[in-house]
């Protein structure tokens, strides 16, 4: 349970210090935003909890794979101007892109 709290809280801190951080530099904190933070912390908890690098770098190819994947729940939204899409069309139709995206990233990351 300390660990989580502990992760929990690195977590915060680095949304809190970017928050803090937009009202002095903000091109700086959009920059740190921006980064895969929650990949970076969570890849790097995950060694330090399991200390598995074989693991943690199948971990972090899966991430790599499945943050274009995610992309596919955008689509419908990217067209829904073009094909007069409304806001729950788009977004159950991204939802089932999702649903196809798992099974595409689960057939790639078999590969690997």
């Known amino acids: 349970m300390l660990v989580f709290i502990a992760k929990t809280g690195v977590a915060a801190l680095a949304i809190a210090f970017s928050s803090w951080l937009a009202g002095k530099k903000p091109e700086l904190a959009g920059f740190i935003i921006a980064l895969p933070l929650a990949s970076i912390l969570a890849i790097a908890f995950s060694y330090a909890e399991y200390r ?21 729940f955008f689509l419908p939204f990217f067209f829904a101007e073009k094909f007069d899409y409304g806001f729950w069309v788009s977004y159950g139709v991204g939802l089932a892109l999702l649903v196809v995206g798992f099974f595409v990233h689960r ?3 078999s590969l690997i």
């Open 52 to 72: 598995d690098p074989a693991a943690s770098i199948t971990f972090a190819k899966s991430i790599l794979i499945g943050v274009p994947v995610s992309w596919l």
């Open 107 to 109: 057939y790639i990351t």
